[in-house]
């Protein structure tokens, strides 16, 4: 189902998940562009949530308690925070290093630890009656394990409580190019039997399983290349998604070191204007029964 666990264990592509970006030096770059380039998106429908969840927008009056599940270096934590300086905040990460640049900026009413997302919070992180609302933005889609991790969230969460999910479609990118028709191609195969496909068939039935209601699912379209500025800056949020799954084919052994240089090369040198495609993302809502 999608990527869960059955009767054979998936193989963890990184220590704690199949995170296969892992071992990449730059991947630091590549999360605050994408960061950059979803800010206002992210915002929108964490706004949303809120309403969902019947929770205070006013910046004021919103003193809520939110769980950020495999926050990183904290752009989407200090983000929220920025905007609803009340809130109480805490998130957590399997990578030390992560969590400790997320903590050196940390303002009042946040706290970040080190946490496998696999296992159960620690009752003491949890407030007294469960997290009001809690995001795990590009995180499920790595865990082998999706049914347990959706299990956990759900019990750190209040009854009422709101989950944001961000994933990504089992085609999340598309470009009329055929260098960057190989690489798809071959990607697909390498996520596929690290269990990372089928998020839009098996999510919602998950997080049925796991008490949640009130379940939406929206695909966020951006477009890459072309003749706006915002296409050639995903345009080029693509190329480092590209440079840093080289790993992935490589030791998946579908396609070798140099023929993905030639490729990623290509796409490189290829004039931006010429190019049309689309990345895409999935912001799921959900609430807790």
């Known amino acids: 189902m999608g990527g869960e666990e059955t009767g054979e264990q998936v193989r963890l592509f990184g220590t704690h998940s199949n995170y296969f970006f892992e071992r990449n030096l730059d991947d630091r770059q590549r999360l605050a562009q994408q960061f950059s380039l979803l800010r206002e998106d992210f915002n929108l429908w964490f706004d949303q949530a809120l309403r969902l969840g019947r929770l205070s927008a006013d910046p004021q009056r919103a003193d809520w308690a939110v769980l950020d599940a495999g926050c990183g270096e904290g752009q989407y934590a200090h983000e929220v925070v920025r905007r609803y300086p009340h809130a109480h905040l805490t998130g957590f990460d399997a990578d030390p290093a992560a969590v400790a640049a997320a903590a050196g900026p940390a303002g009042t009413g946040m706290r970040f630890m080190v946490h496998d997302a696999r296992q159960p919070l620690p009752a003491e992180v949890v407030p007294e009656g469960g997290f009001q609302a809690a995001v795990a933005w590009m995180v499920l889609l790595y865990l082998p394990d999706k049914r347990a991790a959706l299990a956990h969230l759900a019990a750190a969460l209040a009854p009422g409580g709101v989950l944001m999910l961000g994933n990504v479609p089992d085609e999340p990118l598309l470009l009329d190019h055929p260098d960057a028709r190989v690489i798809l191609e071959t990607g697909r195969a390498a996520i596929a039997r690290l269990g990372m496909t089928g998020m839009e068939q098996t999510l919602e039935p998950l ?17 890459l290349g072309g003749a706006t500025s ?39 040198d290829a004039p931006i204007l010429d190019q049309a495609g689309e990345l895409r993302f999935l912001v799921t809502l959900a609430r807790r029964t």
């Open 230 to 268: 915002y296409g050639h800056r995903w345009y080029a949020c693509a190329l480092s998604s590209f440079a840093a799954g080289r790993q992935l084919l490589s030791q998946a052994g579908l396609m070798d070191q140099a023929e993905y240089e030639q490729h990623l090369q290509a796409l490189v």
């Open 207 to 223: 997080l049925q399983e796991a008490g949640f209601t009130d379940i939406t699912t929206a695909v966020l379209r951006y477009p």
